[in-house]
């Protein structure tokens, strides 16, 4: 198996320089406009003072806007990546019961990405990548009516992300394209009140890690 993938990679190798060649043209200085939906994963939170373990939370479908600024080398791309991110958090569950809560989660993420393009057509392109970052992660404060149940968090943490994109070339400068990525930010962690904790305590609290699918569409102009 070995030597078979060794023996293919003179010919991917080739197949690269090939295509670099035809599309050498289009390599430059690039920026991108985006905005499209965020789907989040269902999130979790442990309150160090509260013995019935973790509460489950469902964060609703939000928006998600940015900016990009890259470079294109043909086959190959780089680019730094600013996104908005947020949804609403209404409900959080705990093995005592259900609460309704008014409260919400924002990201905003700053990334750098790494793309292959793959050719369709002369005016389609196909890209993939990943991308590594930092995401500071906001969760407001959950309340129920007047009380408290968990406490607002804000910490900045590592992000990572996979990418596939699919571009229509409008003209020698201009591209428009839809795109899905999955981003995953590590678990946010902070201290606060809580509905459990005695009067004026804080509670350490644990926001597990949380994944988002963004569908975007976006608009590129080459400089």
Do not use: H, W
């Not at 905005?35 to 989040?40: E, K, L, S, T």
């Not at 294109?72 to 409900?91: K, L, N, P, Q, W």
């Not at 196909?126 to 129920?144: K, W």
């Amino acid at each position: 198996m070995k030597k078979q993938i060794l023996s293919f990679l003179p010919l991917l190798v080739a197949c690269q320089f090939v295509t670099a060649e035809e599309t050498q043209e289009a390599s430059g200085f690039y920026g991108s406009a985006f905005g499209g939906a965020a789907v989040f994963n269902d999130g979790s939170v442990d309150v160090s003072t509260n013995t019935s373990g973790a509460a489950d939370f469902e964060i609703e479908a939000g928006l998600s806007l940015g900016l990009r600024l890259g470079y294109d080398f043909g086959t190959f791309r780089v680019e730094g990546e600013y996104t908005y991110a947020s949804g609403d958090i209404e409900s959080l569950e705990t093995s005592t019961g259900d609460a309704r809560v008014d409260s919400d989660i924002t990201s905003n993420a700053v990334m750098l990405n790494a793309l292959v393009d793959f050719d369709l057509s002369s005016s389609v392109l196909l890209s993939a990548g990943v991308g590594i970052g930092a995401s500071n992660v906001q969760y407001g404060s959950m309340e129920d009516g007047a009380i408290t149940a968990v406490d607002a968090v804000d910490e900045t943490v590592f992000s990572y992300q996979g990418i596939i994109r699919a571009s229509y070339l409008l003209s020698e400068n201009a591209t428009l394209g839809v795109s899905y990525r999955y981003l995953v930010t590590d678990d946010v962690k902070g201290s606060g009140v809580v509905a459990t904790s005695s009067p004026g305590q804080r509670s350490d609290l644990n926001f597990d890690s949380v994944g988002v699918s963004l569908f975007e569409i976006f608009f590129s102009y080459e400089f």
